[in-house]
């Protein structure tokens, strides 16, 4: 069973800054994609980022670009680790954040399934 695991949120001042790391347990091979999506107490869940792995494009809503930054490394043992740098957050950046990850080969494409989720972790911006 593939596990998706985040950490790294936390409270911040509006102005400062976040590093939110995710890690994918061993399977049979790294990811094709990976993305960051947050949902805010009654809102629908947004893409915030995503990463087609090693090297590919990126994606980022129009609420984060110029802010946030995705990258990625798929590692020799078949994991992978995404990273989201968030900077100059905003309280409307306050939100449960979720990593989730894609193997299908689509994704290359823009046809996403991210299949494999995390269990999320809080960004709660102050100001």
């Known amino acids: 069973q593939v596990q998706v695991m985040e950490s790294g949120g936390g409270s911040v001042m509006a102005g400062g800054s976040l590093r939110l790391s995710c890690a994918t347990s061993?399977?049979?091979?790294?990811?094709?994609?990976m993305g960051w999506f947050r949902r805010a107490s009654v809102q629908e869940r947004e893409r915030v980022a995503s990463i087609v792995t090693d090297g590919g494009s990126t994606y980022y809503a129009d609420s984060v670009k110029g802010r946030f930054t995705i990258s990625q490394r798929s590692n020799a043992n078949d994991t992978a680790t995404a990273i989201l740098l968030m900077n100059n957050l905003k309280p409307e950046d306050t939100a449960m954040y979720y990593c989730?990850?894609?193997?299908?080969?689509?994704?290359?494409?823009?046809?996403?399934?991210?299949?494999?989720w995390g269990q999320g972790t809080q960004v709660t911006v102050s100001s």
């Open positions: 989730a990850a894609d193997w299908s080969r689509d994704c290359r494409n823009g046809v996403f399934e991210f299949g494999y």
């Open positions: 061993e399977y049979s091979s790294s990811p094709y994609c």
